[in-house]
Structure formats: structure tokens, C-alpha cells
């Protein structure tokens, strides 16, 4: 009875934290005398969560004018994946507001 020829592999990406986008991953098997195949696997991680953001409260002032400006604290964002997430607004803080009916920010 022959022995069993040891084969080993090594893999080409020892992490198994990725991060979003595509990796390639290489696996290399090498026996005892030399030779070598390989094959690559391709790991692409989808960022699917969106950011969460957390707005202040109403505001509400008081005018004799015609238009008042408002102010209020600024809203926050945050994601999963991203550090640097990008915050619009529809009227910045500070902004004058006809009298009237209210008005959203977004």
C-alpha cells in the first residue's frame, strides 16, 4: 500500500474581514515535490444598509415681521460602512421662514 501525498494550500487572503468592493482570494496547493496549482475565488461585499439620521426637534418662534429666522441644532448621520457621510438640507439653520403655515426642512 502506497502513502497518501500530503498536499497543502495556502490561501492568498488570510483575513476574513473584507472590505466593500471585490477581493480576489488565491488559493495555491503545493505537494512535496514542487508542483503547484491554484484557482481564485472572487469575494465582493455589498454595502445594502443605509445611513441613519437623527434630526432635532421642532422649532417654533415668535414674530411682529413679516419673515423670522430660525435656528436649530444641526441634524447627524451615521452609517455602517462609511465615516463620512454626506448631510444636505432643504434651508440651513438660520434661515428666514415666512409667517404662516410651517415649514419643512429636509
Same mark, same amino acid.
Given at each position: 500500500?502506497?502513502?497518501?501525498?500530503?498536499?497543502?494550500?495556502?490561501?492568498? !487572503?488570510?483575513?476574513?474581514?473584507?472590505?466593500?468592493?471585490?477581493?480576489?482570494?488565491?488559493?495555491?496547493?503545493?505537494?512535496?515535490?514542487? =508542483?503547484?496549482?491554484?484557482?481564485?475565488?472572487?469575494?465582493?461585499?455589498?454595502? =445594502?444598509?443605509?445611513?441613519?439620521?437623527?434630526?432635532?426637534?421642532?422649532?417654533?418662534?415668535?414674530?411682529?415681521?413679516?419673515? !423670522?429666522?430660525?435656528?436649530?441644532?444641526?441634524?447627524?448621520?451615521?452609517?455602517?460602512?462609511?465615516?463620512?457621510?454626506?448631510?444636505?438640507?432643504? !434651508?440651513?439653520?438660520?434661515?428666514?421662514?415666512?409667517?404662516?403655515?410651517?415649514?419643512?426642512?429636509?
Amino acid at each position: 500500500m502506497t502513502a497518501s501525498p500530503t498536499v497543502t494550500t495556502d490561501a492568498g !487572503q488570510a483575513s476574513a474581514v473584507f472590505a466593500i468592493g471585490s477581493t480576489d482570494v488565491t488559493y495555491t496547493a503545493r505537494d512535496a515535490a514542487g =508542483n503547484t496549482d491554484s484557482c481564485t475565488v472572487s469575494v465582493t461585499v455589498h454595502d =445594502n444598509e443605509a445611513p441613519t439620521v437623527t434630526c432635532p426637534g421642532n422649532v417654533a418662534v415668535s414674530t411682529s415681521g413679516a419673515t !423670522q429666522a430660525a435656528s436649530w441644532s444641526p441634524a447627524t448621520a451615521n452609517d455602517n460602512a462609511d465615516t463620512s457621510v454626506a448631510l444636505s438640507y432643504s !434651508q440651513a439653520s438660520g434661515s428666514s421662514f415666512a409667517v404662516g403655515l410651517p415649514t419643512t426642512v429636509r
